[in-house]
C-alpha cells in the first residue's frame, strides 16, 4: 500500500511561475523526504523533513510538513524548464536503526519555456 | 551518484528463466535497497539488507531472494521470473541523515 500520496498527479506551468505538489501519509512518521527523477534516471534527493520540524527551506524549495493533517507540500519557486521532472514524496517511518522508505505515486511536473 | 553502478542497465528474458541483478557500491555504506517502480504505484521496497548476509524483506518480496556476501554488493534473484516482473529496478543506499542515494536503474523485461 501506499503511505503517501501526491497530489496533484500532473503539473503544467510556465518558466517563472511557482509549482505546488502536496503529499499526504497515514501513519506516524519519523522523517519526510521529496526526491526528483527526470524521465529514465534514478531518483535524486531534494530535501528532508523531520517530524518536529515544521518548515525547510532549500534554495528554490520549500517544505512544509504538518503532522496532525499527516500532510507536506513542496514549493518550488520561479520554476525554469530544468525543473520538468516527476516528484515524489517518501515517509519515513523508523522502526529502531532500520529506515525504510514508502514512496508515494508521484506528481509529473511540466515547465514549458 | 555516490559510487553506485547497476548491472545489467537493460535487460529481456524469458519467463521461467532465473534472473540476477547487480548494485555495487564504493563507500562502504551498511544499507542498501531493492527498489521496483511500475507506472501508478511509485516505488515500492522489494529487499533491504543492513549489514552482509543481514537481509530483510519489503513490501514485495514474493518471488526475489537476496543476497549480501560482502559490503559493497548486493545482488537481487528472480528465481523464476514471471511477466509480473517487468519493471524498472532501482538500488539504493542510505547515506547520512536517513536519505538515500539511487542508481542508475535496471529495465528488466519478462517475455
Known amino acids: 500500500s501506499q503511505q503517501g500520496e501526491e497530489d496533484p498527479q500532473a503539473l503544467s506551468i510556465q518558466e517563472g511561475e511557482n509549482a505546488t505538489m502536496n503529499c499526504s501519509y497515514k501513519t506516524s512518521i519519523n522523517n519526510l523526504q521529496w526526491y526528483r527523477q527526470n524521465s529514465g534516471r534514478g531518483l535524486v534527493h531534494l530535501i528532508l523533513?523531520?517530524?518536529?520540524?515544521r518548515e525547510k527551506h532549500s534554495g528554490r524549495l520549500r517544505v512544509t510538513l504538518d503532522t496532525s493533517k499527516k500532510s507536506s507540500s513542496l514549493l518550488i519557486t520561479a520554476s525554469r524548464a530544468a525543473d520538468t521532472a516527476s516528484y515524489f514524496c517518501?515517509?519515513?517511518?523508523?522502526?529502531?536503526?532500520?529506515?525504510?522508505?514508502?514512496f508515494g505515486t508521484g506528481t509529473r511536473l511540466q515547465v514549458t519555456l | 551518484d555516490a559510487g553506485i553502478t547497476q548491472s545489467p542497465r537493460h535487460k529481456v528474458t524469458e519467463t521461467g528463466t532465473p534472473v540476477t541483478l547487480r548494485c555495487h557500491q564504493t563507500?562502504?555504506?551498511?544499507?542498501m535497497y531493492w527498489y521496483r517502480q511500475d507506472p501508478g504505484h511509485g516505488l515500492r521496497l522489494i529487499h533491504y539488507?543492513?549489514?552482509?548476509?543481514?537481509?530483510d524483506k519489503g513490501e514485495v518480496s514474493d518471488g526475489y531472494s537476496v543476497s549480501r556476501s560482502k559490503t559493497e554488493d548486493f545482488l537481487l534473484t528472480l528465481e523464476s521470473a514471471t511477466s509480473s516482473q517487468t519493471s524498472v529496478y532501482f538500488c539504493a543506499i542510505r547515506g547520512t541523515s536517513d536519505t538515500q542515494y539511487f542508481g542508475p536503474g535496471t529495465r528488466l523485461t519478462v517475455l
Open positions: 539488507s543492513y549489514g552482509v548476509k543481514d537481509t
Open positions: 517518501a515517509t519515513d517511518a523508523k522502526r529502531g536503526t532500520a529506515s525504510k522508505l514508502t
Open positions: 563507500e562502504n555504506h551498511r544499507y
Open positions: 523533513i523531520r517530524s518536529n520540524e
